[in-house]
C-alpha cells in the first residue's frame, strides 16, 4: 500500500504487503546479475517511476538506488511522471502513456543507460485504446510498449535490461517480447484473502 502510515496513533490492525525497500534492492541485484552474465561494461542506471512522493514508489526507488550504487553503478537523476514540462492533470500522474514518456525523455538524456528499474509497471498495464488498468488514456494502446522508440531500440540493441514491479498477463508479454527482463511479483490474491483471514481470527479470537 502507498499510505502506509508509521504513526502509533494509527488505529490500523495491521499492515500486510510487501517490503518495498526489500523490492527495490532484489531487482537492482537481479539486474546487475543479468547485465554481468551479458559481459556488460558500462555501469549506468536509471529510475523510471510513477507519482512523486507515494511512501511504497520512494522505498523502491531508494532499495534500487542504494543496492546498485553498493554494485558500482551510477545512477542519473529520478525521472517521475511529475517532471513533464506540461505537468499532467490531478489524476494522471500514472498513466501509461505519461509514464512512458518519461522513459523516453530519461533515454534521451542517458542514451549510455544500460538498466532501467520502474517500481510499477505503468507503459505496460494497457488493455486497448483509450483505457488501462489504472484509468482511462487516450493516448494509450494495447502493447504500450512499442509507443516508446528509443526504449524499444535500446532494448533491441543491447546491453539494457528493465525491471518493473508486477508480474500480471501485460508484463509477462512484454517479458515474452523481450523488452521486460525482471517482473517482481507481488501476493494480490492473498492480500484479499488473507486479510479476510486476519480479520477474522482477530475478531474470534482477539
Wanted: proline content about 5%; aromatic content about 8%; charged content about 15%.
Amino acid at each position: 500500500s502507498s499510505d502506509v502510515c508509521s504513526s502509533d496513533l494509527s488505529k490500523r490492525l495491521t499492515f500486510y504487503g510487501v517490503d518495498d525497500n526489500a523490492v527495490g534492492v532484489l531487482a537492482a541485484k537481479l539486474l546487475a546479475k543479468k547485465a554481468a552474465a551479458a559481459g556488460t561494461t558500462t555501469k549506468t542506471a536509471i529510475i523510471v517511476s510513477g507519482k512523486t512522493g507515494s511512501l511504497n514508489l520512494v522505498a523502491r526507488a531508494a532499495g534500487f538506488q542504494t543496492q546498485i550504487q553498493a554494485l558500482g553503478y551510477t545512477v542519473y537523476d529520478l525521472y517521475d511522471s511529475n517532471t513533464d514540462p506540461t505537468p499532467p492533470v490531478t489524476g494522471s500522474e500514472e498513466k501509461p502513456s505519461v509514464v512512458a514518456s518519461r522513459v523516453e525523455q530519461a533515454l534521451t538524456a542517458h542514451p549510455d543507460a544500460t538498466l532501467l528499474f520502474m517500481p510499477g509497471s505503468w507503459p505496460f498495464r494497457c488493455t486497448g485504446p483509450g483505457t488501462n488498468t489504472t484509468g482511462q488514456d487516450a493516448g494509450c494502446t494495447a502493447k504500450n510498449w512499442l509507443q516508446m522508440p528509443k526504449f524499444t531500440a535500446q532494448s533491441d540493441s543491447g546491453p539494457f535490461f528493465t525491471a518493473v514491479v508486477n508480474d500480471l498477463q501485460p508484463e509477462l508479454e512484454a517479458m515474452a517480447a523481450g523488452y521486460v527482463d525482471v517482473a517482481i511479483g507481488q501476493k494480490l490474491w492473498g492480500w484479499g484473502y488473507d486479510t479476510v483471514q486476519m480479520m477474522y481470527d482477530h475478531v474470534r479470537s482477539g
